[in-house]
């Protein structure tokens, strides 16, 4: 059995766990390890969206160029009907706000390649394969990891940035549920993601915005993803889309076949397969990556836990456990707002922690309070942001219910103010 030990320990190298690294080292803080459970990063593009506020974040750190470099700039987030816009937020309303007046649109894969390459930039390495199995305090006052190769690592922070079924959540005993306990609708539970090709172009692809699509309970989206290193390769979007519980399960990563199915079942018309209702039908000529989840919202009961003892008695400055991103909130992805929560929590962690973890002074009345009230933002805002998503959701599914309120909306997205005030709350400038 070997053994390590470092001042700060972090589990899960995602974006969120290699921003909080990232942060770590910016502020001069060196003493710290990053573990992952998987041997190498994976395809899997899942989130696309970064938006104004999270840019910040990342330019604060120096990472945001970079990441905008091998993005598309999004000019919107519209909702439509199968046929029309209803209505949308444009983000160029953001610019007297913002020097990022837009949402980066780039597959999570690539961001967590850019911002692992950053790191090793700032000479940290990521270990890998390193999967936590167990955390304990020991005689003095440090928490010890163990991992499934034997590994031991001492620290005496442990940050736990492991996904929303985090181990170090699940071993630190702090709970996870939804914060009003409000289910999410059956017909939105099941959801399907998925990155593809099409057989033509079609000046109905968007190219520079996020196009949801709502009708009779059913929602659609499809977004462009930027090119790949390929230069023969076809442009990707991202397409994703419900399937109601009483269609059955979706299966495990959805086939052409069945992406097909709901696409012209409840996309946009226009881009159909059905030459019945499309007179130039289109169709998915390649899946590059799809999968199936069910969408839920949950939240940890505390963001930070003293390990063997109840308050933040002096002396307490060893023995903490941290939770960032999905291992402390999940929610659904509507908006495209939780890897974004993740990525300020983490980038916001770093001066706070480093300043905490520097101190000699035991006691840390000072820094001990800045930690504890760090905290407590980031928790209020997690919630925050629950609660948009289920009034996103809501409208979504109001939205979709009749042609009534369909119209109504359209007029109602007409108005400026309504357009700047959509915009406003998915960019997170008003919740930084």
């Not at 053994?3 to 770590?24: E, F, H, N, Y």
């Not at 974040?57 to 970079?66: K, R, W």
């Not at 939105?188 to 709502?214: C, E, N, W, Y």
């Not at 599914?397 to 915009?423: D, E, N, Q, S, W």
Request: proline residues 6%.
């Amino acid at each position: 059995m070997s053994s390590q030990r470092t001042t700060i320990l972090i589990i899960g190298a995602g974006p969120t766990g290699l921003a909080v690294a990232i942060s770590l080292v910016k502020q001069g803080f060196h003493d710290i390890i990053i573990v992952e459970a998987t041997v190498s990063r994976g395809d899997a593009s899942r989130a696309i969206t970064i938006h104004a506020a999270t840019l910040e974040a990342l330019d604060s750190v120096g990472c945001a160029d970079v990441l905008i470099d091998q993005g598309i700039k999004g000019a919107a987030i519209q909702a439509s009907d199968r046929n029309r816009p209803l209505l949308g937020a444009e983000f160029a309303h953001l610019a007297p706000y913002t020097k990022y007046p837009f949402v980066l649109l780039l597959p999570q894969n690539d961001t967590e390649r850019i911002l692992e390459d950053y790191l090793k930039e700032l000479n940290v390495e990521v270990l890998r394969p390193e999967k936590a199995v167990g955390l304990q305090l020991n005689n003095h006052g440090e928490l010890d990891v163990s991992f499934e190769s034997g590994k031991v690592i001492t620290a005496q922070y442990v940050i736990g940035a492991d996904g929303a079924r985090s181990v170090i959540r699940q071993l630190a005993g702090a709970s996870f549920a939804d914060p009003d306990g409000t289910p999410v609708d059956e017909q939105v539970v099941q959801m399907v993601l998925a990155d593809v090709s099409f057989s033509s172009a079609s000046t109905h692809l968007p190219t520079d915005k996020l196009q949801g699509i709502l009708s009779d309970g059913k929602a659609f989206l499809i977004s462009p993803l930027p090119k790949s290193s390929d230069s023969n390769s076809s442009p990707r979007y991202r397409i994703g889309f419900n399937v109601p519980t009483t269609s059955g399960p979706p299966p495990p990563n959805p086939p052409t076949s069945y992406i097909q199915k709901y696409l012209d079942e409840q996309g946009p018309t226009q881009l159909s397969s059905d030459s019945s209702v499309n007179p130039e039908p289109i169709y998915i000529s390649d899946t590059i990556w799809s999968t199936r989840f069910r969408t839920h919202a949950a939240i940890a009961d505390k963001f930070l836990i003293r390990m063997g003892t109840t308050s933040a008695a002096a002396g307490q400055k060893r023995g903490i456990v941290l939770l960032v991103g999905d291992a402390a909130h999940i929610h659904s992805p509507v908006g495209g707002l939780g890897m974004n929560l993740g990525l300020r929590d983490a980038i916001s962690l770093g001066p706070v922690l480093a300043a905490h973890a520097s101190s000699d002074d035991t006691t840390l009345p000072e820094h001990d309070r800045l930690l504890e009230e760090h905290v407590a933002t980031r928790y209020e805002r997690a919630l925050s942001t629950i609660g948009l998503t289920k009034r996103f959701m809501s409208m979504v599914m109001i939205l979709g219910t009749t042609k009534i309120l369909r119209h109504l909306f359209k007029f109602i997205g007409m108005v400026p103010f309504v357009k700047r005030y959509m915009a406003w709350n998915v960019s997170g400038l008003g919740a930084r």
